[in-house]
């Protein structure tokens, strides 16, 4: 029944245009000003899904829908999917559903599996493939890019590989080399970055089969976010702030090191908000500084949107991203950035939008944070110019843009 969630049966188990890419060849997608797509077709004149595909039945592989960012985006592009005509399905391991799937018509298929390579899962896969007529099957990360595009293909079903991250993200692994070898069979991959696309065209993928999409903005929840009370210590204090997984590729220490050198000409405080492997040797650091009471380290926040409305700035000095949400909702709340100078924010941000700082330099990331809190008009002025940047960056754009790809296929 459409407009109601349903969950599929399982062996008796229930649960609940970024960049202009002219060589990409069939598409190229580029956001021309805020809430204006432009789909301008290498190959032929374009047809909306609409025209040409009136109901596409989509299945969407992914091993869960709870925690990072690409189940997020996935979990916003489904929902839109199913308001612009398509049947909408989603297969998960993980019983964990959103409330934003929960209540849209979208069918979501727990398919349980006993480890990571369980190889009844790829059966399952291909059995619900043929049992939805799924006429596309599009996949998010590495293990549901194995075991759905080998289903696909194995059913001649046309498949779409959803790329988020870039090169740094695949070091030398057998699982990286499978997807690889795998993807060059895809029908179409869409990265949300030129650092993905780059990845896939060293890799040997045609360009013609390249897509750049970029990540789904949740603009006006963020809009309309209550701002986060503080804790009492840091009230009238300006706040810096960080939002993401605590892990190596983020540069934590330089970011704690540079806060460390910033923070000793003023009164400022930082708020280290997520989860992650790394978090027991940060805060052995932070105490190592003697800053325990100016850089909390918060866990993982629900209230993430109403804290960039606090903060004086959000700080982003990873070594290297895909599509970074934490600075796309940042853009989006009109928080002041500072960034380093990786390719995944700089085809984002300049010069006019963001503080963009060497990675890796310590004192330079300090320079960058003391030129936001020392100049509060010029970071707002910068602020409200990326805001403005990524402001068409909403579902119905995005979703716009993969029907577009869905018509190449």
């Given amino acids: 029944m459409r407009g109601a969630h349903r969950v599929s049966r399982q062996n008796g188990t ?69 308001t612009r005509g398509h049947d909408v399905h989603v297969a998960t391991v993980l019983p964990e559903i959103p409330a934003a799937l929960a209540n849209a018509a979208v069918t979501v298929h727990v398919m349980p599996a006993s480890g990571n390579h369980d190889p009844l899962h790829f059966w399952r896969l291909r059995l ?110 300006p706040v810096v702030l960080y939002a993401g997984r605590l892990s190596d590729e983020k540069n934590l220490f330089v970011m704690i090191d540079a806060l460390a050198l910033a923070f000793a000409t003023n009164n400022a405080v930082a708020l280290l908000c997520g989860t992650g492997p790394l978090h027991s040797v940060l805060a052995a650091r932070i105490e190592e500084l003697g ?30 991203e895909g599509s970074p949400n934490s600075v796309l909702e940042a853009m989006a709340a009109g928080c002041p950035l500072v960034v380093s100078d990786i390719p995944a924010y700089t085809e984002l941000l300049d010069a006019q939008t963001a503080v963009i700082v060497e990675r890796d330099n310590i004192r330079d990331t300090a320079q960058g944070i003391l030129r936001v809190l020392n100049d509060a008009v010029s970071a707002a002025a910068r602020a409200e110019q990326a805001r403005l940047r990524i402001a068409g960056f909403t579902a119905h754009n995005v979703a716009a843009m993969l029907d577009a790809v869905y018509d190449q296929l």
């Fill in 14 to 82: 229930r649960s609940q245009g970024l960049v202009d890419f002219p060589d990409s060849g069939r598409l190229i997608l580029t956001l021309l000003s805020p809430g204006v797509v432009a789909f301008v077709k290498a190959a032929r004149g374009h047809r909306t899904s609409h025209e040409s595909n009136p109901m596409a039945r989509l299945l969407h592989v992914i091993h869960g829908l709870a925690g990072g960012g690409a189940e997020r985006q996935l979990t916003l592009l489904a929902a839109v999917q199913a």
């Fill in 128 to 237: 619900l493939i043929s049992r939805v007529r799924a006429t596309i099957v599009q996949s998010w990360l590495t293990q549901s890019d194995v075991m759905g595009g080998l289903a696909a293909l194995s059913t001649r079903t046309p498949w779409v590989l959803s790329e988020r991250s870039s090169a740094a993200g695949y070091p030398a692994h057998w699982k990286h080399s499978l997807r690889a070898r795998l993807a060059r069979r895809a029908a179409a991959i869409v990265a949300n970055s030129t650092g993905g696309v780059q990845y896939w065209r060293s890799q040997g993928v045609t360009p013609n089969r390249i897509y750049v999409v970029p990540n789904v903005v949740e603009t006006a929840t963020i809009r309309d976010a209550v701002v986060s009370p503080l804790p009492l210590a840091f009230e009238g204090r």
């Fill in 291 to 320: 800053l325990r009471d100016r850089i909390v380290l918060a866990g993982h926040r629900p209230d993430v949107f109403g804290l960039l409305k606090r903060a004086a700035l959000c700080l982003a000095v990873s070594r290297y």
